[in-house]
C-alpha cells in the first residue's frame, strides 16, 4: 500500500503515536512517546505501536537483559557457609576432622560447606584414616583473609541489583549454583522509531480527530452516525490466527511412550514420591556414603524425616550384601551399615525406586513392567536442568533375558518413536553390570537419552530373585525437547499459550 492508503486507515491512537514520533525527531523510547502523546495508558502506546509495525510505518527495535538482585539476604549477613568453615579450619592449623566440623556448624550446613569446600578447591577431603579430615589447599589458605569473588558480589549485589554483563562471570556462577539466592528478572527495552513510509505519511499532514471503528445501535439510535467521521476498513490489516484445542506436548508425547511400551507387551506401573533412602539408595546398592546422597544432590523430609523399613529379612540381606557382599559372591563396601540412615525421608531421585519395589514384591519371572513419572534433584534451574522431572523407567526379568535382548528393545522403542539411527555403547551404572548408554541420530549428531544394563546380583540377590533382570532409566524431558525442536527445558512448562497454541500436531 502506499502512504495515501496507509493514511486513511490508522486509527486514532497510531496517528497520535506517529505525531509523537515526529516531534521527538523520529526516535524514542515507549515512555517517552506516552508522555509526548498524551496517552491515557503505556498500553495504548505499545498496541499501536504494534500496529504501525505490521504496516510498516514504525520499526521497533527490542533488546533484553538479564538483571539479579537478592532473593535471600540471610547468606549476605550470616555469610557463605565455606567461609565459617574456611575459619573453624584456619583456626585448627589447616586441618579438622569432619565429624568436630559438623558439631561446630550442624550436620546440614557443614555437608553445605564442606560441598562448597571442594568446589571452589579450597580444601581436599582425606578418608584415609579413622575418620575423614579436611586440609586446607594452597587456594584455602590464600582465601583465609582475602574476599572470594562470589563474597564480593554477593555484596554488591546487596546494596543495588545489577545487570548480567555487569557482574564478574564465575561469580555470578557460584551464586546462581546456590539455591534460592538470587531473584532474576529479564528486562527488556523497546525504541520507537519511524522509517520512510512513517516519514512519507506525516508529510502528507496527519490530522488527529475522533473516529468511528465500529457502528453500535447507540450511533444508529441517536443518529450521530450522520456527521460521524468514519475510520477506513482495511481488508489486508493483520487478523489473528485462530488455533484449534490440543493437548500438551508433554500429555501427547506420554502418551505415545505409553502406547509404544503397551504395544510391546509391557505393563505400566508407579510408586509414591515419598520413599525412604532405604529403597532410593541401600537396596540398589549404593553405599551410604555415596555423594548422590549428600544434600546438594537430594531433597530430604522433615516431617516425616522417618519412614519404617517393612520387611526386616530384605533389610538384613541387604545390611549384609553392603558390609561383605552376603551370600552373592561380592566382598560389599566393607562398612558398617547403618539402618537409621537408610530410614531417612526423601523425594526419590529416580523411578528405579519404582521397579526394585515391584521386584520386591514380584520376585518371580516373567515381569516385563514400565513406568513414566516423576523425580526429585536439588539442581539449578536452567535450559537442561530442573529440579523436578520426568523419567521413562523400565525392566523385563525372565529365564534367560540376555544384555542382548535389552539392546533390542531399547532400538525397537527408539526405533518406534521414529527415530532412524539408534546405538548403545559402554557406560558405567552404580547398579547395573554390565552397563550401556543409548544414543539416537538427531539433527545431524548422536544424542545421549538414557542409560541401561543388568541389575547386579548385589541387587537382586536380597530380594531372592533368581533371573536376569534388564533395566534402563531414559530422560523424557530431553526425548520431549527433540520430539518437539526445542533447546531449552524450561520450554516444556512454561505457561506460553502462543507456544502451545502454535506447537504442530503429529
Not at 5 to 11: A, I, K, Q, R, T
Not at 356 to 385: G, Q, W
Not at 445 to 462: C, I, K, Q
Not at 491 to 499: G, I, R
Request: charge should be negative; glycine fraction near 8%.
Amino acid at each position: 500500500m502506499n502512504a495515501t492508503e496507509v493514511l486513511e486507515g490508522l486509527s486514532h491512537s497510531e496517528k497520535k503515536v506517529l505525531v509523537a514520533l515526529q516531534r521527538l525527531e523520529g526516535r524514542a523510547s515507549p515512555d517517552k512517546v506516552f508522555e509526548e502523546g498524551g496517552f491515557q495508558q503505556l498500553v495504548e502506546v505499545m498496541n499501536a505501536a504494534s500496529w504501525l509495525q505490521s504496516k510498516g510505518v514504525v520499526d521497533i527495535e527490542e533488546s533484553a537483559r538479564k538483571a539479579y538482585g537478592l532473593r535471600d539476604r540471610s547468606l549476605l549477613e550470616k555469610g557463605v557457609p565455606e567461609r565459617r568453615a574456611l575459619a573453624l579450619i584456619g583456626e585448627r592449623g589447616g586441618s579438622l576432622g569432619v565429624k568436630d566440623l559438623e558439631a561446630a556448624m550442624g550436620k546440614e550446613e557443614s555437608s553445605m560447606a564442606i560441598g562448597w569446600l571442594m568446589k571452589k578447591r579450597l580444601a581436599r577431603l582425606d578418608k584415609s584414616g579413622a575418620e575423614p579430615m579436611l586440609h586446607l589447599s594452597d587456594e584455602g589458605m590464600k582465601n583465609l583473609v582475602a574476599e572470594m569473588p562470589d563474597e564480593a558480589l554477593l555484596k554488591e549485589l546487596g546494596a543495588s541489583e545489577m545487570f548480567e554483563d555487569q557482574a564478574d562471570k564465575d561469580a555470578l556462577g557460584l551464586l546462581k549454583a546456590r539455591k534460592g539466592v538470587l531473584q532474576e528478572k529479564l528486562v527488556v527495552s523497546r525504541t520507537l522509531s519511524l522509517n520512510q513510509l512513517g516519514r512519507d505519511i506525516l508529510a502528507q499532514g496527519v490530522e488527529i480527530t475522533d473516529e468511528v471503528a465500529q457502528l453500535t445501535p447507540e450511533l444508529l439510535q441517536t443518529g450521530k452516525w450522520k456527521g460521524a467521521s468514519f475510520r477506513r476498513y482495511d481488508i489486508r490489516t493483520f487478523a489473528p490466527c485462530q488455533y484449534p484445542a490440543k493437548k500438551h506436548p508433554i500429555t501427547r508425547i506420554a502418551d505415545e511412550v505409553r502406547r509404544i511400551f503397551i504395544e510391546m507387551g509391557f505393563s505400566e506401573i508407579d510408586d509414591e514420591f515419598v520413599q525412604s533412602a532405604f529403597w532410593n539408595m541401600d537396596a540398589l546398592f549404593t553405599p551410604q556414603d555415596h555423594p548422590a546422597r549428600e544434600l546438594q544432590d537430594t531433597f530430604y523430609l522433615k516431617n516425616p524425616d522417618r519412614l519404617s523399613l517393612e520387611d526386616e529379612e530384605i533389610v538384613q540381606r541387604v545390611k549384609a550384601v553392603h558390609e561383605n557382599g552376603g551370600d552373592t559372591g561380592s566382598l560389599g563396601w566393607r562398612y558398617a551399615w547403618s539402618k537409621e540412615e537408610a530410614e531417612r525421608a526423601l523425594l526419590r531421585t529416580h523411578t528405579t525406586v519404582n521397579t526394585i519395589r515391584y521386584l520386591a514384591k514380584n520376585p518371580d519371572p516373567p515381569a516385563k513392567v514400565f513406568c513414566i513419572s516423576r523425580v526429585f534433584r536439588n539442581e539449578s534451574i536452567d535450559m537442561t536442568h530442573l529440579p523436578e522431572f520426568q523419567q521413562i523407567e523400565g525392566i523385563i526379568m525372565e529365564e534367560g533375558a540376555s544384555f542382548d535382548m535389552l539392546v533390542c528393545t531399547l532400538k525397537d522403542f527408539y526405533n518406534r518413536m521414529g527415530f532412524d539411527k539408534v546405538r548403545v555403547r559402554p557406560g558405567p551404572f552404580p547398579y547395573t553390570e554390565p552397563s550401556l548408554e543409548v544414543d539416537v541420530y538427531y539433527n545431524g549428531s548422536w544424542m545421549e537419552l538414557g542409560g541401561a544394563g543388568v541389575f547386579r546380583p548385589e541387587v537382586t540377590g536380597p530380594l531372592g530373585i533368581k533371573h536376569p533382570v534388564l533395566a534402563w532409566g531414559l530422560g523424557f524431558e530431553r526425548l520431549a525437547m527433540l520430539k518437539w525442536g526445542l533447546k531449552d527445558v524450561r520450554e516444556l512448562y512454561v505457561t506460553d499459550l502462543d507456544m502451545l497454541r502454535q506447537n504442530p500436531i503429529f
